[in-house]
């Protein structure tokens, strides 16, 4: 591990890894490597869920476990905020990335929070419709853009 990574977590021992998988599938939980690390810090591991139920009960889970979670949209904005003194996972939304509603006479759309700002664009446009926010890439998420 190279000197500007820093380690600083809680362990996170093979039942409690057991039971992401029973959560996720071990096809969407993966070791984390340095290109995951956020300010210096390298999580343990990188969790995928698809359904807000999965979410959730990850989230139980890293709870119960005293885990530091590092929420990750498009990973646009990881370098934003105050240092991170510990990080033991990143929990991703790329797999929520679903719009769920568009009711376009209603000007109203529900979308999932790791749906891109560029998805986002593109439904709206074939009503004639757009969303007045910025994105600089085309991984920015919409709950990152709300939350910046």
Do not use: Y
Request: proline fraction near 4%; include cysteine.
């Amino acid at each position: 591990m190279d000197t500007a990574t820093q380690s600083s977590h809680t362990t996170i021992d093979s039942t409690i890894r057991k039971k992401f998988i029973d959560i996720l599938g071990t096809e969407h939980l993966r070791p984390a490597t340095p290109v995951d690390s956020v300010s210096g810090v390298q999580p343990q591991l990188i969790l995928e869920p698809a359904t807000e139920l999965q979410l959730a009960e990850a989230l139980r889970l890293a709870n119960e476990a005293s885990l530091a979670v590092i929420p990750r949209g498009g990973g646009t904005k990881l370098a934003w905020g105050n240092p991170l003194s510990r990080a033991d996972l990143i929990l991703s939304t790329v797999r929520l990335n679903k719009i769920l509603e568009h009711a376009w006479a209603d000007l109203t759309v529900t979308v999932e929070a790791g749906c891109s700002i560029q998805t986002l664009q593109e439904t709206l446009a074939q009503h004639g419709q757009r969303l007045v926010a910025e994105a600089k890439s085309s991984r920015t998420s919409l709950a990152t853009t709300c939350l910046s």
